[in-house]
C-alpha cells in the first residue's frame, strides 16, 4: 500500500514549488439548492484533472445532507472492454479506511467494551515491543497517531494475493521494535496504529475486523458496494490500475484497517452522511453525537507541534478537523486522504454545511490532487448555498524586500536537514554568502532543487521569483527547515517541517565504513508483494551523507532514502529522528544479523540477503533448496541464455539493473534472461527444486567478453 505516498506527495508538492519558483430532514432538503453551477464546473475541472494526470479514469460525488446532489464517473474502469466507471464501480480508497477503523473502534467504545483512555494490554495481552513504555500505549493513541510506533509494516502490505494473518503478523514484528518516542508525546503519522485495531476489534468481540465494519457500518448504512479484498473481486466491479497500457492484477491491500478498503463515491456518501448528521444516516444510526464530536477533537494540542498546521490537524482517524482550504474562507472542514499503489482518495466533509465531496481514482493520481479538486468543488457549492459571498481567489506572490542576513541567522539555517525519505542540504552560493541553494540527496549525490534564495522582509528565505520560502526554527532542543507554499486549490498557504538538521559526528567505524556501497537483496515477503515489483527491485543500498560524517543511508524498496545512526553499535543503525505529524513516519532501525560468514540485513520486519554473493548459476541442472524460514532464494547468471524451473510456488527475474523483467507463477516454467540477470524463486520452507540454465554461448566465450568489457560475470553490486 505504501502509504507513505500520502505524505511524500505533499512533501514533493511543496519542493515544487520551490523549484517552480444531517441534515437528511425534508425542511433541509427542500432548502438545498441545486448546485448545477457547482457541478458544471466540477465536471470540468474532473475531465481537466484526469487529462493532466494521465490517469486512467476516477469517480467524484458531491453530497449534501443525505442526499447524492450528483456522482460521475470519468475515464476508463476497464481499458480493454472501453468500459466506463459507473456508480458501483469500485476504487480503493487506501488510508480513508482508516474512517472505517474509528468508527468500529467508537461502536466499542458505546457497547462498553473497550475505553478510549485505558491501555492497549488489558485489551491485547499478547501485544509487547522491545520498550517497556508499550505499556502506556492506549486506544486513544491508535486513533491519534501518537502511540510512538515506528510506522509501517511495509513486508507484504500491498500484493496481488490476501495475507489473512497480516495484522498479526504486524504485532509479531512489533515485539522486536522499539518506539520511536514515548506515547503521546507527539502525533507522526501511523499505519500500524490503525492495523493494531483489527487486532483490538478481534480480541474483544471474537469476530474478524471484517466481519465486525460489516455487521456494524456497512451492513447499516446499506453501503453494498463497499468490501475489503480477502478475495478476488469479480471483473468489472472495480476500477483497474495500470502499468503502461496493461491492466495491473487486483491490488490487496492486506492492512484492513488501515487502507485495505474498496468502495464507491455514493457508498462512501452515506458515511460522510451519517458524520455530518451527528453519527446517524436516515433512521440509522450507528454513533452517537458525543462519538461523532470526539472523533473531531484536535489530537495535536498540547503535544510537542512546535509549528502546527491545518494541513494536518489530526482527530480521531481524521487528517485535519480543520482542513486549510475551508479553513481560510472561515468554514470548518474534516478532512481524510488515502493512498496505494494503484488508487488515490479524498474524504472532505464541510460538517456545518451538510456538504462533502469523495474524490476516488486510479494513479498516477495522488490524494493530494484529489484533495484539490474536492476542496474546489466544496468551495463552489458553498458559494452557491450561499455560505461564501465569492470564490477565493489564487494567491499572488508579492515580491518582498531583500534583508540582509547575520552570520547567526545564516548559520541556522545552512546545514544538512533529514525527514523520513529525503535529505536536503542548504548551502551558501559560492562567493555570496547571502544566497543559499537548496539541494537533495539522491543516490548518486546531492541535486540542486532551488537557487537564490535571499532573506526577506518577513523573516524567510525565498527566491526571487519563487512561490515557497524556507526557514529554521528551534524547539525541543532541535532544529527544524520549514517550507512555506501555496497549497490546495491556491487560495492559502501552509507550513511543512521538511527536515530536522543534523549534527556532524565521528566518523563512521570500520564496520559501517565496509558496508558503505553494498547492497542486499529482499527475500521474505509474499511472491505478489509489490516490493518485488517496485522501480529499482527489492534492493536495498547503503551510503553516506556526502560532506557529513557519521550518518549511513539506507536506499529500500519504497521507503526511499532513509538517513540511520549507526554510532552506538557496529550491528545496529538505529532511527533518531522526531518531526511531529508527518516528518518520521515509517522509520525503523536497521540491524545485521550474521549469518554463516555473510552478514545479512533487517530493515523492521523486512530480511535482505548480500546481492554480492548470490550464487551463479552453472550450466546445466542447478538445484536450489528452500531453508527452514521459507526465504526466497536468488540466483544470478553468468551469461544471456535459458532458464527452465520445475517447480516451486512463484518466480521473478530482473535485469542486471534489477529492473523487473518477467515472473510466474506456473511450473514447470521456461524464460529467457540476459547476462547478469537476477532470479528470485519462491517455494514451502524445506522443499527443493531444479534450475537448469542452457546458456546462449559458451561460459568461456562469455567470461571472455566481459573480461574485454571490463566487467566480471560473477560479481555485480549496483548502488541505486
Sequence with gaps: MRQRTVARAVR?????????????TASIAAASPSYSRTVRDARSASRALLRSAGAPSMS???????????????????????????????????????????????????????????????????????????????????????????????????????????AAQMMRA???????????????????????IEELVAAVTGKSYAQFVQDEILTPLGMAHTAFPIHAFADGTYAKG?????????????????????????????????????????????????????????????????????AIRYGLGWDSIAEGGLAAVGVTGWLKGGDTSDYHASFTLAPKAHLAVIVEGVAPLDSGKCEALGQR????????KGTLEHMPQPLVTKTLHVRRASSARLAAIEGVWAMSGMTFKVAAEPGDPQRLDLWQLRPDGWAKLSGGLRLRADGRFWADAGTASLRAVDAGGRSYLVLN?????????????????????????????????????????????????MDGGPVMSLGEIPGLAGYVTALLPGYGLQV??????????????????????DMEDLAVVPRGAEEWMTYGDEVYRPQASVPVLAAGGNTVVFGPEGYAEWRTTPAAGTLHFDQGTA?????????????????????????????????????????????????EKAAAAAAAAGTHPRAFTRLR
Design 485 to 533: 507554499g501555496p497549497a490546495g486549490y491556491g487560495h492559502y498557504r501552509g507550513d511543512s517541517l521538511i527536515g530536522q538538521k543534523l549534527g556532524p559526528e565521528e566518523a563512521l567505524s570500520s564496520a559501517w565504513s565496509g558496508r558503505v556501497g553494498r547492497s542486499w537483496l529482499l527475500v521474505n515477503e509474499v511472491p505478489g508483494s509489490s516490493d518485488y515489483s
Design 12 to 24: 514533493a508538492f511543496f519542493v515544487l514549488a520551490l523549484i517552480g519558483a444531517s441534515l437528511a
Design 174 to 196: 512489533l515485539a522486536t521494535q522499539r518506539l520511536k518516542y514515548t506515547p503521546g508525546f507527539m502525533t507522526d503519522y501511523c499505519n500500524d496504529g490503525f492495523t493494531m
Design 60 to 166: 467524484v460525488a458531491l453530497v449534501s445532507g443525505s442526499r447524492v446532489v450528483w456522482a460521475q464517473g470519468f475515464g476508463y474502469a476497464d481499458k480493454a472492454t472501453g468500459a466506463h466507471p459507473q456508480a458501483t464501480t469500485m476504487y480503493g480508497i487506501g488510508s480513508v479506511s482508516k474512517m472505517f477503523a474509528t468508527v468500529a473502534a467508537m461502536r466499542l467504545v458505546e457497547q462498553g467494551k473497550i475505553s478510549l483512555d485505558t491501555p492497549l494490554t488489558r485489551y491485547v495481552p499478547a501485544f509487547t515491543m522491545a520498550s517497556p513504555e508499550y505499556r502506556q500505549v492506549t486506544v486513544r493513541m491508535l486513533l491519534n497517531h501518537s502511540s510512538g510506533f515506528p510506522g509501517s509494516e511495509y513486508r507484504d502490505c500491498i500484493s496481488t494475493e490476501y495475507v489473512p494473518d497480516y
Design 377 to 384: 468543488i466544496l468551495l463552489r457549492a458553498l458559494v452557491e
Design 242 to 310: 495500470y502499468t503502461g497500457t496493461t491492466a495491473n492484477p487486483q491490488e490487496y491491500t492486506n492492512t484492513l484497517a488501515s487502507g485495505g478498503a474498496y468502495s464507491t463515491p455514493s457508498d462512501m456518501a452515506r458515511l460522510a452522511a451519517m458524520l455530518m448528521n451527528g453519527g446517524a444516516y436516515k433512521d440509522t444510526r450507528i454513533l452517537s453525537a458525543a462519538s461523532v464530536a470526539a472523533m473531531a477533537e484536535d489530537q495535536t494540542v498540547n503535544t510537542f507541534n512546535p509549528v502546527p498546521s491545518n
Design 651 to 699: 518466480w521473478r527475474l530482473f535485469g542486471s539493473d534489477m529492473a523487473y523483467v518477467a515472473g510466474g507463477r506456473a511450473f514447470p516454467a521456461t524464460t529467457s534472461a540476459a547476462a547478469r540477470a537476477y532470479l528470485v524463486l519462491f517455494g514451502p520452507a524445506g522443499s527443493s527444486a531444479t534450475v537448469t540454465f542452457t546458456p546462449a554461448v559458451g561460459l
Design 564 to 585: 540511520q545512526d549507526p554510532g552506538t553499535s557496529d550491528g545496529v543503525a538505529v532511527m533518531f529522528l522526531q518531526i511531529p505529524l508527518q516528518g518520521s513516519r
